[in-house]
Antibody, heavy 118, light 107 residues
Framework: EVQLVESGGGLVQPGSSLKLSCVAS????????MHWMRQAPKKGLEWIAL????????YYPDSVKGRFTISRDNSKNTLYLEMNSLRSEDTAMYYC???????????WGQGVLVSVSS | DIKMTQSPSFLSASVGDRVTINCKPS??????LNWYQQKLGEAPTLLIY???NLQTGIPSRFSGSGSGTDFTLTISSLQPEDVATYFC?????????FGVGTKLELK
């Protein structure tokens, strides 16, 4: 059974940093691209990062480019999201997702809450 | 970026009704569109991938159609457990973008 378990969320002040983790199990982690998505309170979903299976390429939307960094450690089956210069608009539930888009391989964690407030 | 215009944003229907939700991308995305269901307090789950392919374990009352710039999710006979918010996702171009969601409730 595929499992994705996020951690590292919490309440932080604007301008600060936070690093999220996602531990994967139940599939060959090193074979799949991994994503982070987020969902602001009572809002829609936003894709915020992609890392290729081997960590060779990363992609972001403009809303987080230059502030967020996705990385992975395939020896630990773990995905990370380092978030810097956090803003109030970054307040959201953050989801780790193992997706091979366009195929049935599509798994999401339960999410971790990040709140940015003074 | 591709803007996904999803409608309606809210839908109230009765058990047994046929329900349709629409997504219109701002440009051609071929058939690279997924549909997701999100129940309250849960992560999204995949219903349909690449326009019309039903995910394993999803009831056959769910179906998808369309291409290019006009896509539809259809629930042929609404069941109480279908109360949820539904999102479309285009994965033709990065950044991948979602529709704003359709909140489906029982009348």
């Amino acid at each position: 059974e595929v499992q994705l378990v996020e951690s590292g969320g919490g309440l932080v002040q604007p301008g600060s940093s936070l690093k999220l983790s996602c531990v994967a199990s139940g599939f060959i982690f090193s074979n799949y691209g991994m994503h982070w998505m987020r969902q602001a309170p009572k809002k829609g979903l936003e894709w915020i990062a992609l890392i290729f299976y081997d960590g060779s390429e990363m992609y972001y939307p403009d809303s987080v480019k230059g502030r967020f960094t996705i990385s992975r450690d395939n020896s630990k089956n773990t995905l990370y999201l380092e978030m810097n210069s956090l803003r109030s608009e970054d307040t959201a539930m953050y989801y780790c997702a193992a997706l091979r888009l366009g195929t049935p391989f599509d798994y999401w964690g339960q999410g971790v809450l990040v709140s940015v407030s003074s | 970026d591709i803007k996904m215009t999803q409608s309606p944003s809210f839908l109230s229907a009765s058990v047994g009704d046929r329900v349709t939700i629409n997504c219109k991308p701002s440009q051609n995305i071929n058939r690279f569109l997924n549909w997701y269901q999100q129940k309250l307090g849960e992560a999204p789950t995949l219903l349909i991938y690449n326009t019309n392919n039903l995910q394993t374990g999803i009831p056959s009352r769910f179906s998808g159609s369309g291409s290019g710039t006009d896509f539809t999710l259809t629930i042929s006979s609404l069941q109480p457990e279908d109360v949820a918010t539904y999102f479309c996702l285009q994965h033709n171009n990065r950044p991948y973008t979602f529709g704003v969601g359709t909140k489906l409730e029982l009348k």
